[in-house]
């Protein structure tokens, strides 16, 4: 059994007037200076979240999308606001055969959907924000314009895929390889082209009115019907750009997909665990699966085994890969298919599926039949021969190995002196001193996985490569259709109010990084901090939803703080484990409310996470 720490990294922030916490900590001290310009939990997360958009390049951009789950307390209002854009009209089944492809390739221009992130970000600030468009989005404008200090990852990052850029994406040079040379982490990186996008976006908005509602959906049509979407189609109707798949392909973006989209208000996902109602997104993105792991485990003693222990890691590891399994065969768009969700989260469903938790590491990927329905794997889940990864040794924490980065997979997958290491994306969190709560996941728009688009300084993203080209499946291609993202934040309720707002980036691993974050502090009592710094652990055993969609049966990776004999327990489970370095698995941030007081916590791993409040 694990023993709850006393030390933590940095401290639980205790305050009354706000907490913002997010992947940077320029995103993280920008929102909270809007909380100090009067501003609240809305105005904030879209100042922190256009910020993302500069300073992480690397794991998101504005031509990116964005799941945001929010409560609105003077309305007593949970939401989810979609802000995933949909596969372009001409994005068929039939125009992927024939270019001879099986998979949607992970990198370029074939795999972009309608950019979502700045539709759904203006509405947010339309809707519930209070500021004007110019004081929020001015903080972005100045990094963009001005500079910020490159992480090494960003460095890294750029270093491989630099011959790419040289060779084939010379836009991507031009804004990322100054003087032809990699950045180095740590210096001054300015984007004007990008800071000049922002600004235009400004200034033509604050043209068209002044009024504060009119100018915010004005910057909305002139992203989407106006000079950034006549830029974006006519690069993407002309541009033959090279791919993972070895040969350059023109993608299938046009304007009239990009003027007939708009970001979308739905009502969440949830699932009642103890005194705290949980709430995700709809199965367009992987939330549900988060829910189902709560059902699952609900009928197993998770005090009674201890955080950190062989039967807690064992147990939680095999409910996640049937949740997972599900996920493969159930979750797609549900305006384009029936997806059994009620059946999926029902007690009856998960006590069936419980019963094939046994005491041996599962190497099956077993779907269940909701509803009595006889559930289908795309090709890819099914296929053979996919050998699981070596074992990694612990790297030395004072001297780690140079990591890298595969521009091929799309969301950056970093290498840590060994076997691939889930990627990541950003998160923000925030809660005001007014009662709202926000948590948002920003992604996609990668520099590595697309080419900078003239003029502009950001990249398209590459989500249409998390469909399957099987057929008749939910997460089946279709033209304006919603790929089932793996962007996953979480807000949980107790008595109808904002309790905590948390999440993290890390592709497959963000449903399972978040839950061992949430039964750390929902089941053994941790504060935010501890259950962020306890170790970590995730299956690699489902397909991933990136480019090329391998899965890994029965993988396992753990921190090396894990336990040795706990470790060596999980190997004679059948657990093929890969030990990793101590802090390397995991990227949560919360924020939580309760008892009148306001608390927030980000994770050290990666070092660039933070938390501010007061």
Not at 48 to 76: C, F, K, M, S
Request: charged residues 15%.
């Amino acid at each position: 059994m694990g023993d709850i720490p006393e030390f933590t990294t940095r401290p639980e922030l205790i305050g009354t007037f706000g907490m913002v916490a997010s992947t940077h900590w320029l995103a993280s001290a920008a929102g909270m200076a809007v909380l100090e310009h009067g501003g609240n939990a809305f105005d904030a997360a879209v100042a922190a979240g256009l910020v993302l958009q500069v300073t992480e390049p690397h794991l998101n951009g504005l031509g990116g999308e964005v799941p945001v789950i929010a409560h609105h307390a003077g309305r007593g209002e949970t939401f989810v606001l979609c802000g995933q854009g949909t596969a372009p009209a001409a994005a068929t089944r039939e125009a992927f055969a024939g270019l001879g492809l099986d998979l949607v390739p992970g990198s370029g221009l074939l795999a972009a959907c309608v950019p979502g992130a700045f539709g759904a970000w203006m509405l947010l600030l339309r809707e519930y924000g209070t500021l004007r468009l110019r004081d929020v989005m001015g903080y972005a404008i100045g990094y963009a314009s001005r500079g910020y200090p490159l992480v090494p990852a960003i460095s890294w990052g750029i270093a491989s895929v630099a011959e790419l850029f040289r060779d084939h994406w010379p836009t991507s040079a031009e804004v990322y390889l100054p003087g032809g040379q990699v950045p180095a982490p740590g210096s001054l990186f300015t984007n004007p082209a990008l800071a000049a996008t922002y600004q235009r976006i400004l200034d033509e908005a604050e043209t068209a009115s002044a009024d504060r509602d009119e100018q915010i959906e004005a910057a909305r049509r002139v992203y989407y019907e106006g000079f950034v979407a006549e830029t974006i189609a006519a690069y993407v109707a002309s541009a033959d750009v090279m791919d993972v798949t070895g040969q350059p392909h023109r993608g299938l973006l046009s304007y009239s997909d990009l003027a007939a989209w708009h970001p979308r208000l739905e009502e969440p996902l949830t699932y009642d665990v103890g005194a705290l109602t949980v709430c995700k997104t709809r199965p367009w993105g992987q939330g549900p699966v988060f829910l189902q792991q709560l059902a699952l485990l609900d009928g197993f003693d998770l005090v009674a085994m201890g955080p950190g222990s062989v039967d807690f890691i064992h147990t939680v590891t095999e409910c996640a890969k049937l949740a997972f399994a599900d996920r493969e065969a159930w979750y797609g768009d549900p305006d384009f298919t029936d997806v059994p969700v009620k059946a999926l989260l029902s007690a009856d469903y998960a006590e069936a599926r419980r019963q094939l938790v046994g005491a041996e590491a599962s190497a099956r990927l077993v779907p269940g039949a909701p509803d009595g329905r006889p559930p289908r794997l795309p090709e890819f889940a099914t296929a053979a021969g996919h050998a699981p990864r070596a074992q990694a040794s612990p790297s030395d924490p004072m001297n780690p190995p140079t990591p890298q980065l595969d521009p091929a997979t799309g969301e950056p997958t970093a290498r840590t002196g060994g076997p691939d290491r889930a990627g990541d994306t950003c998160h923000l969190d925030v809660a005001d001193r007014f009662g709202n709560m926000v948590s948002a996941t920003p992604s996609g728009g990668w520099l590595q996985s697309s080419p900078v688009i003239p003029g502009l300084g950001f990249c398209l993203g590459t989500r249409a490569q998390m469909f399957t080209l099987t057929p008749g499946l939910p997460a089946t291609l279709a033209p304006g259709k919603r790929p089932r993202t793996t962007l996953t934040p979480s807000l949980a309720l107790r008595d109808r109010e904002p309790y905590l707002a948390f999440g993290t980036p890390g592709g497959d691993q963000q449903d399972q990084w978040s839950l061992l974050f949430f039964l750390n502090h929902l089941h053994f009592g941790m504060n935010l901090q501890q259950a962020i710094d306890f170790p970590s652990f995730h299956s690699a055993h489902m397909p991933s939803s990136f480019y090329p969609r391998e899965p890994q049966p029965r993988v396992l990776d753990v921190e090396s703080r894990v336990s040795p004999a706990v470790i060596e327990d999980l190997r004679r489970r059948g657990h093929l484990v890969n030990v990793r370095p101590p802090w390397s698995l995991g990227r949560v941030s919360a924020v939580a409310r309760r008892n009148g007081m306001l608390y927030a916590a980000a994770n050290p791993r990666g070092m660039q996470g933070y938390a501010v409040g007061r």
